[in-house]
């Protein structure tokens, strides 16, 4: 059965002896298109949109405009701390991973920040990058290692291609 030919059953609440009615799904579409006809003709267009935001907007008074500046240079200021406070978490050698946790803990201490974390970090060194030092043991590993097959198959090369230089 296609789409066009369904048949969908609608209770049409008009009718008061309680009767329902049934529509075709072509009649079910008309209903819908002819409804939102009537909304779209209800709303207004972009332009006017635009234009009612600019008058809007020159409606406010200095005092209304002052203080949306002061408010997104209060956001500004905020959003640039937590930079600040996350630049300094990383630069203190917490684990990336860790990063946004150190991060929160220590904010919600109270006093300054940078002997929070200092603080913080000696209390728990588990969020810290682990760096551990490669000492030197006087053994000198070669820089490519090639398996014993890896080799003879360089053999086998070099025999039927005299003028092969190797890898690397």
Do not use: C
Request: aromatic residues 8%; charged residues 35%.
């Amino acid at each position: 059965m296609s789409e066009q030919n369904q048949i969908t059953e609608v209770v049409d609440e008009s009718t008061e002896s309680g009767e329902s009615k049934t529509f075709t799904q072509d009649e079910v579409n008309a209903l819908i298109e002819s409804r939102l006809a009537r909304a779209k003709k209800q709303m207004p267009a972009r332009e006017e949109l635009e234009e009612f935001k600019n008058w809007k907007e020159s409606q406010k008074t200095e005092a209304e405009r002052q203080a949306q500046r002061e408010k997104e240079f209060h956001d500004t200021m905020s959003e640039r701390d937590a930079i600040k406070r996350e630049n300094t978490v990383l630069r203190a050698g917490v684990d990336f991973e860790h990063a946004d946790y150190v991060l929160f803990k220590v904010s919600k201490i109270e006093g300054e920040f940078e002997e929070n974390l200092k603080q913080f970090l000696t209390d728990n060194p588990k969020y810290l990058k682990n760096t551990v030092e490669e000492k030197p043991t006087g053994i000198t590993a070669p820089h490519q290692s090639l398996k014993q097959e890896e080799l003879g198959f360089l053999k086998y090369i070099k025999q039927k291609n005299p003028n092969f230089k190797g890898v690397g």
